[in-house]
């Protein structure tokens, strides 16, 4: 019988360790729990492309150490050394990948249409339009309907659908409510549209998923689920500030700021969006480049 050394033990525990540690982190995913149906529609594709994925990996690790075993420590093990082929063993490796693309085909194809970013979510309210603004390095919220603004900080009742028209004043980004759903590309001069809807109440976490500099890291926001009442107590409380978002003062704004608090704006400029976004085609002006890094 083999003896177990220290070093064998401390390298089983490390794994051991890292496994957990990993598997500790999957419980954790804001993508695995999602609090809307697209997040719940794109947590479905996951799964299942990981568990038919694992219909091929978890085969091969068996077989690999399954060989390894039977050919390094069993004496009597057949020996062909003139084997070259086998019908059996072509059907199973060319007929289970060709199943499994064909059905993950079907999946994406099927996922594709039903997560289109411009599709509204099914419900009996009216969308609510929220105008998202790129910059260095926090996100601004203009809500075009009820004349506010706000700076890191999201809200909107549950249960409704949320349009997203997402634009950059700077470099590219990507704005990502991960329990929400898709993410979509930030870019000047460009007006992106993104359907999300939240069917529970809570405080889910915003974020930049593509680098933009060295305030990246800095480029979080909070995105408040609140009842009808709460959302509009939260619109109250913003028009309760003495600031407001004109073009002077969104000039100040933009300037690069890492960590950047929670900023509210009582009242906006009306058409103050499509204007920024206008600007990069009718002016093409160099100082909208991204910070120096």
């Not at 070259?84 to 059905?103: D, G, T, Y």
């Not at 060295?214 to 009808?228: I, P, Y």
Request: charge should be negative; include cysteine.
């Amino acid at each position: 019988m083999r003896k177990w050394n220290y070093p064998d033990i401390l390298k089983r525990v490390s794994l051991l360790a890292t496994v957990a540690l990993v598997l500790s982190g999957c419980t954790g995913s804001s993508l695995l729990d999602p609090k809307g149906p697209v997040g719940a529609e794109q947590k479905y594709l996951i799964m299942t492309s990981f568990f038919l994925m694992m219909i091929v990996v978890i085969p091969v690790i068996v077989m690999t150490l399954l060989f390894a075993w039977r050919y390094n420590y069993i004496k009597n093990a057949k020996y062909s050394p003139n084997w070259s082929h086998s019908n059996k063993i072509e059907v199973v490796v060319w007929a289970i990948p060709l199943a499994i693309v064909f059905i993950l085909s079907v999946l994406t194809w099927r996922s594709t249409h039903a997560l289109d970013p411009h599709r509204v979510p099914e419900s009996d309210r009216d969308p609510i339009v929220v105008e998202v603004m790129a910059l260095d390095w926090k996100w601004l919220f203009i809500y075009p309907e009820q004349g506010i603004a706000s700076v890191n900080e999201l809200a909107f009742p549950v249960d409704t659908p949320i349009e997203f028209r997402v634009s950059s004043e700077s470099v590219m980004n990507s704005f990502f409510i991960p329990q929400l759903g898709s993410q979509i590309y930030a870019m000047a001069g460009m007006v992106n549209t993104v359907h999300l809807l939240a069917s529970e109440e809570g405080t889910y976490p915003g974020m930049s998923a593509n680098y933009s500099g060295h305030g990246f890291s800095g480029m979080h926001f909070k995105a408040l689920a609140t009842s009808d009442e709460g959302f509009q107590q939260w619109v109250e409380s913003v028009r309760q500030s003495s600031e407001t978002l004109q073009q002077d003062s969104f000039d100040e704004l933009a300037k690069p700021s890492r960590d950047n608090p929670v900023e509210y704006f009582s009242t906006v400029t009306p058409g103050l969006y499509t204007d920024i976004v206008n600007s990069y085609i009718t002016s093409g002006d160099s100082s909208h480049h991204g910070a120096e890094e």
